[in-house]
């Protein structure tokens, strides 16, 4: 399973699920498994031994840092990610030699960005999605597609498949007497497993 785990990085926030949303789709219509600290409801664990499980048991992580900024004045920065971040890098050197192995994609809103925050990083090969739901689906198949050596199919193929799974969840989750708020607000762990459904059934 570890090869095949993407421990995702993100924000948790309203906004952000516009993104989260093809983030989490494009892995499993890849035939990879997204571990993200909501996939467990349970108020009783310790967040933070939660995502050392979760950064120990993927060979892959993606870190998106497009939140890191605040967006009013006396807003304090979200230093949760950049943190993840530096927890995932110090895994893969000074882990157990599994982890040596990792393989992390960090994302931006805007390139050379990050370099304001985290000038360590500027050397490093940082994908923009713009906000764009789109280009975040193009940029974590990107990545995948060469990391883990797969022959995926193209980026316009899976956005496709993203548009048409999310009409089928709402007219299904319809059906079962949601409600628009309730499909907006489906809980992340319901909204993976009906995308891993959706994918394995369409999966050759």
């Not at 497009?66 to 979200?78: C, G, M, N, V």
């Not at 950049?82 to 805007?110: C, M, N, R, W, Y």
């Not at 907006?184 to 050759?204: K, Q």
Request: aromatic letters at 10%; one cysteine or more; proline letters at 4%.
């Amino acid at each position: 399973m570890f090869h095949k785990s993407v421990f995702i990085n993100c924000p948790f926030d309203e906004k952000y699920i516009e993104l989260l949303r093809p983030l989490l789709f494009t892995v499993l219509y890849l035939d990879m498994v997204p571990r993200i600290a909501l996939e467990r409801l349970d108020a009783g664990e310790a967040r933070f031994s939660k995502i050392v499980e979760l950064i120990g048991a993927c060979k892959y992580g993606i870190h998106d840092l497009s939140r890191a900024k605040a967006e009013k004045r006396d807003e304090y920065y979200r230093m949760n990610m950049p943190f993840e971040l530096g927890l995932d890098i110090g895994a893969k050197l000074f882990g157990q030699v599994q982890l040596s192995g990792k393989i992390t994609l960090i994302l931006e809103e805007e390139r050379y960005r990050h370099q304001a925050t985290i000038s360590d990083l500027s050397n490093a090969d940082i994908a923009v999605h713009g906000n764009e739901p789109e280009e975040v689906v193009k940029a974590v198949r990107d990545w995948l597609s060469h990391a883990a050596n797969l022959r995926a199919d193209g980026p316009s193929a899976i956005w496709g498949a993203f548009i048409e799974f999310m009409a089928h969840n709402y007219d299904a989750l319809k059906q079962r007497g949601y409600s628009d708020k309730d499909i907006e607000r489906l809980p992340i762990p319901e909204l993976i497993e009906n995308m891993s459904i959706w994918t394995a059934a369409r999966r050759p």
